[in-house]
């Protein structure tokens, strides 16, 4: 059974042009789905119907199934047990998905209580061992401080360590590293790879960047006009793009290419536990 599941989706925001115009595709368990496409291509409106995140404007047709379940026309109270448990999704802005008030270990033991009931000393104990996992170096003493005491790769963790929290089976990430430089991208895909790996969470990873796609991803779907124009293993698609636009895509994108040599390529050495002094100085 796929872990996610679309099937002829549709969406309309009122004008006649669909932003998602009849995308059927399977995501595969423990795999990181990349989808890729330039802005304003329907990238954020598909994940965003997973979630039960549009807007009640939006007109929604065809099916949606996360683990093997249809989420179209599921009530509020059952699309909240399913965020966070079964799917989580984690977006570009880490600083609003953060309450600036609240210290950051505090907000991830908030998320494991939420979905169970859990004793508050073992919810901190589980969020400062969460907080290692991703990389936040000295997490005892950082639990307490609030997300402005943070460098923005970070806060990103951060947002990682709420979202895997409840090992959810699925992670959505919309352009999760867009607002990082490129070696902080580097180090978080690096992350979102271990943790899929680690928990066995299949990922849906949303970018406009090909470099991020030859990086972590297994399969790639392109999208273009609310169209998923062709899916392909990651390898196939930079060896041999099928679409038209797919090679037009590549060919105006150098630093997409995984041999191109302005490609952000993770060393191989480079582990999360071994952040360069920089980012985990300025943390
Ligand atoms: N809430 C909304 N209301 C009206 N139109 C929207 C809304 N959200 C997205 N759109 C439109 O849908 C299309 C796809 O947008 P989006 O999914 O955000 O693209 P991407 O994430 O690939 O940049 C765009 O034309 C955008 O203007
Ligand atoms: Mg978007």
Same mark, same amino acid.
């Given at each position: 059974?796929?872990?996610?599941?679309?099937t002829?989706?549709?969406?309309?925001?009122?004008?006649?042009?669909p932003?998602?115009?009849?995308?059927?595709l399977?995501v595969?368990?423990?795999?990181i789905?990349?989808?890729?496409?330039?802005?304003?291509?329907?990238?954020?409106t598909l994940?965003?119907?997973?979630?039960?995140?549009?807007?009640?404007?939006?007109?929604?047709?065809?099916?949606?199934?996360?683990?093997g379940?249809?989420?179209?026309?599921?009530?509020?109270?059952s699309?909240?047990?399913?965020?966070?448990?079964?799917?989580?999704m984690?977006?570009?802005?880490?600083?609003?998905?953060?309450?600036?008030?609240?210290?950051?270990?505090?907000?991830?033991?908030?998320?494991?209580?939420?979905?169970?009931?859990v004793?508050?000393?073992?919810?901190? !104990?589980?969020?400062i @061992?969460?907080?290692?996992?991703?990389? %936040?170096p +000295?997490? $005892?003493?950082?639990y307490? =401080? &609030?997300?402005?005491?943070?460098?923005?790769?970070?806060?990103?963790?951060i947002?990682? !360590?709420?979202a895997? @929290?409840?090992?959810p089976?699925?992670? %959505?990430? +919309?352009? $999760?590293?867009?607002?990082? =430089? &490129?070696?902080?991208?580097?180090?978080?895909l690096?992350?979102i790879?271990?943790?899929?790996r680690?928990?066995?969470?299949t990922v849906?990873?949303?970018?406009?960047?090909?470099?991020?796609?030859?990086?972590?991803?297994?399969?790639?779907?392109?999208?273009?006009?609310g169209?998923?124009?062709?899916?392909a293993?990651?390898?196939?698609?930079?060896?041999?793009?099928?679409?038209?636009?797919?090679?037009?895509l590549l060919?105006?994108?150098?630093?997409?290419?995984?041999?191109?040599?302005?490609?952000?390529?993770?060393?191989?050495?480079?582990?999360?536990?071994?952040l360069?002094?920089?980012?985990?100085?300025n943390?």
């Open positions: 059974m796929s872990v996610l599941s679309f002829s989706v549709s969406v309309r925001f009122g004008g006649n042009t932003a998602v115009n009849g995308v059927s399977e595969k368990p423990g795999e789905f990349g989808i890729v496409g330039e802005s304003g291509s329907g990238k954020s994940a965003n119907a997973v979630m039960g995140l549009l807007p009640g404007t939006a007109q929604v047709a065809g099916s949606i199934a996360v683990n379940r249809e989420v179209l026309g599921l009530d509020e109270p699309l909240r047990q399913i965020r966070g448990a079964e799917v989580a984690i977006f570009q802005d880490a600083s609003a998905s953060l309450d600036p008030t609240w210290s950051v270990g505090d907000q991830i033991a908030e998320t494991i209580r939420a979905h169970g009931p004793r508050s000393a073992e919810a901190k !104990a589980r969020a @061992a969460l907080m290692e996992e991703v990389g %936040i +000295d997490a $005892p003493r950082r307490s =401080d &609030v997300p402005h005491r943070f460098s923005g790769g970070m806060r990103q963790r947002v990682i !360590a709420a895997v @929290a409840n090992n089976k699925l992670l %959505i990430a +919309d352009e $999760p590293t867009t607002a990082l =430089d &490129v070696t902080l991208q580097a180090q978080v690096a992350l790879d271990r943790l899929r680690s928990h066995g969470t849906l990873l949303i970018t406009h960047d090909l470099g991020v796609v030859a990086q972590v991803c297994d399969r790639v779907g392109v999208m273009y006009g169209k998923l124009l062709e899916v293993s990651a390898s196939d698609l930079f060896a041999r793009p099928s679409h038209p636009y797919t090679r037009a060919a105006a994108n150098p630093a997409g290419a995984p041999r191109g040599s302005r490609l952000p390529v993770i060393p191989s050495e480079w582990s999360v536990e071994s360069p002094a920089a980012e985990a100085s943390g």
